[in-house]
């Protein structure tokens, strides 16, 4: 079975500051992908980030990076230059690669505040 | 650029009634989902599709069925609705190909069962 954990239930930022947020999952397969998702208060869930496990690159879009680490089963978000409107809820979701299902396992979240 | 489009938004039901959440997605994708958003739990899977004509239990299907009417098309109906069934219902798709696809979700279905 796939699990994943989100520690940090709650978090908090300055604006312009850097917050890094964490995700550690369990799994015997070794192809997976895993995302990280963004759900403001208006609900949405919002594609933020994706890696690929076969890749030992760090995946990067803008200001939100990840930090991999497959041996270590962690999946850490970086925000860098945090803005008001990345206050949101993150998820952190696994996937199994060759999966027709495509099915995705979720954390429980973490919710970010960014303050003036 | 509809994307996944979910009806109702919002909706009130009391114990016992029933109720079929839509769910229709325009990207042409084979795989959809049905997921239930509590606080606190995150994310977790009720049903699933990986094409039409095909469903599959996920994490927590008791008191829920799903009907996959064509590619387009994922319902979600509660036969009997209980107080434990209040949450927030997403619906998401999926495209074929690469693994790495991720899902596309819809604007959530907040359902409140007196």
């Known amino acids: 079975a796939q699990t994943v954990t989100q520690s940090q239930p709650e978090m908090s930022v300055q604006e312009a500051e850097t917050v890094t947020l964490s995700c550690t999952y369990d799994t015997s397969e070794n192809n997976y992908y895993l995302f990280w998702y963004k759900q403001p208060p208006s609900r949405q869930m919002i594609l933020v980030i994706r890696?690929?496990?076969?890749?030992?690159q760090n995946a990067t879009e803008n200001r939100f990076s990840v930090n991999f680490q497959k041996a270590a089963k962690s999946f850490s978000l970086k925000i860098s230059d945090s803005q008001l409107g990345d206050t949101a809820m993150y998820f952190c979701a696994f996937g199994l690669a060759g999966s027709t299902l495509g099915r995705l396992y979720f954390g429980r979240g973490t919710q970010l505040t960014v303050w003036p | 650029n509809a994307g996944v489009t979910q009806t109702p938004k919002f909706q009130v039901l009391k114990t016992g009634q029933s109720m079929t959440l839509q769910c229709a997605q325009d990207m042409n994708h084979n795989s959809m989902y049905w997921y239930r958003q509590d606080p606190g739990m995150g994310l977790r899977l009720i049903y699933y599709s990986a094409s039409e004509g095909t469903t599959d239990k996920g994490e927590v299907p008791n008191g829920y069925n799903v009907s996959r009417l064509n590619k387009r098309e994922f319902s979600l109906r509660l036969e009997s609705a209980a107080p434990s069934q209040t949450s927030v219902y997403f619906c998401?798709?999926?495209?074929?190909?690469?693994?790495?696809?991720?899902?596309?979700f819809g604007d959530g279905t907040r359902l409140s069962i007196l």
């Open positions: 890696q690929e496990a076969y890749k030992q």
């Open positions: 998401a798709s999926r495209g074929q190909g690469k693994s790495n696809q991720p899902q596309h």
